[in-house]
């Protein structure tokens, strides 16, 4: 009842919507707890459950309404706020050089190949030198990540398995040598997703030469001799 209450007007006040949640839990809840009401003991139990989820819900509620207000106030301090973070982790002589240069080669990569293709895009494919500044730096931070999936820069640290992550990882607060210095937080995660693509294409090539194999010319004496009869 308050849920759908909330949804119904999204500009309700925090105050008005204790007020409302006041109201349907004291409703709620004299029937069974009110001198002479014909309740049980488990049925004000069950009604004092319903007004704990009844709660949660409406709390969920205004937590969202929330965030949708400030969605703008957050957007345009959002970068601001990750920065100074950065530094009151990393301190503040920290350096973001690595992180510069990764972003940097990303954008002159795609500058030499600046048609790029996307299924929702009417015409399949778009020229990465019109872009404008943000949606430069958006293409080329998601190339970077995908580089450093698909290709990462050398790691001395001992290679691991998806398999044996969770025995091997380090900390998710190491960082990486090489790796840009923002990416702290997903050390961990980043070297899980390279293992994986490799294993991904490792048994991809292992799958094709399967299929070379078993479907080559079977008057070949050397296939003959590999493949059993």
């Not at 895009?121 to 999936?149: A, C, E, H, M, W």
Request: proline share 7%; with cysteine.
């Amino acid at each position: 009842m308050i849920y759908s209450t909330l949804q119904a007007s999204s500009l309700l006040s925090v105050e008005h919507s204790k007020v409302i949640a006041l109201r349907c839990t004291t409703a709620l809840l004299m029937p069974w707890c009110a001198p002479g009401g014909g309740g049980t003991k488990a049925d004000a139990v069950k009604a004092v459950r319903m007004c704990l989820d009844i709660l949660e819900l409406m709390k969920l509620d205004i937590a969202n309404h929330q965030l949708q207000a400030l969605r703008p106030c957050l957007v345009d301090t959002s970068g601001q706020y990750e920065l100074e973070a950065f530094k009151g982790c990393k301190g503040q002589g920290s350096s973001l050089d690595i992180t510069r240069k990764w972003m940097g080669s990303s954008h002159r990569r795609l500058l030499c190949s600046p048609i790029l293709t996307h299924p929702s895009i009417p015409s399949r494919s778009f020229d990465y030198r019109n872009l404008n500044q943000t949606q430069k730096t958006y293409i080329s931070v998601l190339k970077g990540l995908t580089d450093l999936v698909f290709d990462p820069p050398p790691n001395p640290t001992p290679q691991f398995s998806s398999a044996s992550a969770n025995a091997t990882a380090p900390s998710a607060m190491c960082p990486l040598p090489l790796y840009p210095e923002t990416t702290y937080l997903d050390s961990a995660r980043l070297l899980v997703l390279a293992a994986d693509a490799a294993d991904t294409a490792a048994m991809y090539m292992f799958l094709l030469l399967y299929r070379q194999l078993v479907f080559s010319d079977a008057g070949d004496p050397a296939v003959t001799r590999i493949i059993p009869e």
